[in-house]
């Protein structure tokens, strides 16, 4: 289907988003249509001008105004990403609170922006950080919010006009964000919610020649073929994947508090999570006391209804994706598992793999669900060999007490972000990204900043 072709079809089907914890309907939109997929670029093109020329402190000023907005309304935006997504409620206000604080750090990048003076032959070199244009956003169901900001705050800083395009599964609080963005100050065009299914309005974005550059969150199956897509036009592209990330817990480690942890670095957010540690290599003889840790921490999770305060994990997403959790479990050797309520809701118990082969499925692929492989090793060596012996290489961890072992197998480990006695991935300051199949570029930190905008030269002859 061409791009004009896609313009014309009316995609007027609704969209009926549904609450996971209790499997109603939570709201029913109407989809975008090819139509005004075009007149939304249009507008951006037109908003976007206009954007670019304006002062680096009059953009600053609408990135905090929309970082304030968002702590104002902070309780209903938390309720909103609790309920569709599944997420608990005071998960949800830790999102919200770092959205926030994506908008304000990147109010200071449209001043940040600054290039170089290069001394050359005959007079001098100028570089100039140049915004890209309109950009597209594809943005996951897991965390829609959050991945959103990271994506919308550094694309407007450097000047950029925005379309997103959000999980059909969980559009809400991106609707929301936007209706901020506007009330905050953002010119009208200039940030645009796009509703609707990848295979239609994904493609007629990626492929559209008046958009510069794709940034998306996702699978990598589907990342692949954006990146193929996106290549016909030769978009810029930044991919963030897929991953199936490792924890290396040594003997000499704090055992208790690796396990503990586990709660939110394989547990949080039912586990759908592309950083999810959902390998834990144990070394051997501490396998059974880190096993007892953990038994101990899976059955003390609370599962149940998002919004009650003490829940810390909630139902995984869909009937779709509860299908598929429960095949991959089905067929792996099940050391023991956690509690979830009776009812109506997409629930499935938090579980232990063990014994389990590396080459098992459940080893291997993203299975985006609260699941976890116990692995035991031998060696130092070996299992770094073992835990590099993926096509994925997003996140991970190190746990141990002996400082030059943990930095010296944290730089021999494959993955774009790793953490020491720690589960944490995510920092709006640092970079985040992915080596190998999880992904291409980085989000967060200065870095993303500067995949916005394209780096222009100019060369000042200053002989007489």
């Not at 970082?67 to 209903?76: K, S």
């Not at 953002?186 to 008046?210: A, Y």
Request: aromatic content about 8%.
């Amino acid at each position: 289907m061409t791009r004009t072709e896609m313009a014309k079809e009316a995609y007027m089907t609704d969209l009926t988003v549904i609450e996971p914890a209790t499997e109603q309907v939570l709201a029913v939109l109407a989809r975008t249509t090819g139509s005004e997929v075009e007149s939304a670029v249009e507008a951006a093109q037109q908003a976007q001008y206009a954007w670019s020329r304006t002062s680096p402190s009059s953009k600053a000023a609408v990135l905090r105004a929309i970082a304030d907005l968002v702590e104002e309304r902070a309780e209903d935006l938390a309720l909103v990403e609790a309920r569709n997504v599944g997420m608990p409620l005071n998960d949800a206000r830790a999102v919200v609170s770092s959205v926030a604080e994506t908008f304000r750090y990147y109010a200071a990048g449209p001043e940040r922006l600054t290039g170089q003076t290069i001394p050359v032959a005959g007079g001098v070199n100028m570089t100039f950080h140049e915004p890209i244009g309109v950009v597209a956003l594809i943005t996951p169901w897991n965390y829609p919010m959050s991945i959103a900001s990271w994506k919308i705050a550094p694309a407007l800083a450097a000047g950029n006009a925005v379309l997103l395009k959000p999980a059909e599964l969980t559009p809400l609080s991106s609707i929301e964000l936007q209706r901020i963005a506007v009330e905050a100050g953002l010119p009208e065009g200039l940030f645009s919610v796009l509703v609707g299914p990848g295979s239609t309005i994904g493609t007629q974005l990626v492929e559209h020649p008046c958009i510069g550059k794709i940034a998306f969150t996702g699978s990598t199956s589907v990342g692949v073929g954006i990146a193929a897509r996106a290549a016909q036009t030769m978009k810029r592209t930044t991919l963030e994947l897929g991953g199936k990330s490792a924890s290396i817990v040594f003997a000499d480690s704090d055992l208790r508090a690796a396990a503990e942890g586990l709660a939110g670095g394989v547990f949080g957010n039912a586990g759908q999570d592309c950083c999810a540690r959902s390998r834990v290599f144990v070394e051997r003889f501490a396998v059974d006391e880190f096993l007892g840790y953990l038994r101990e921490t899976v059955a003390g999770l609370q599962v149940g209804d998002p919004l009650n305060p003490a829940t810390q994990m909630g139902p995984l997403i869909s009937q779709k994706q509860l299908d598929a959790v429960r095949a991959v479990v089905d067929s792996s050797p099940v050391a023991f598992q956690g509690n979830v309520p009776q009812g109506p809701g997409y629930w499935f118990p938090p579980t232990v793999l063990y014994p389990i082969d590396d080459a098992h499925p459940a080893a291997t692929e993203e299975i985006f669900g609260p699941v976890v492989c116990i692995l035991p090793f031998e060696t130092e060596e070996e299992v770094i060999k073992r835990t590099n012996d993926s096509v994925y290489g997003l996140s991970g961890s190190v746990w141990t007490r002996d400082g030059a072992r943990a930095l010296r197998v944290a730089r021999a480990v494959e993955s774009g972000t790793l953490s020491i006695n720690s589960y944490t991935s995510v920092r709006v300051s640092t970079p985040f990204g992915g080596f190998k199949q999880s992904g291409i570029g980085r989000e967060l930190g200065p870095d993303a900043l500067e995949t916005y905008t394209e780096v222009k030269n100019v060369y000042y002859n200053t002989q007489e």
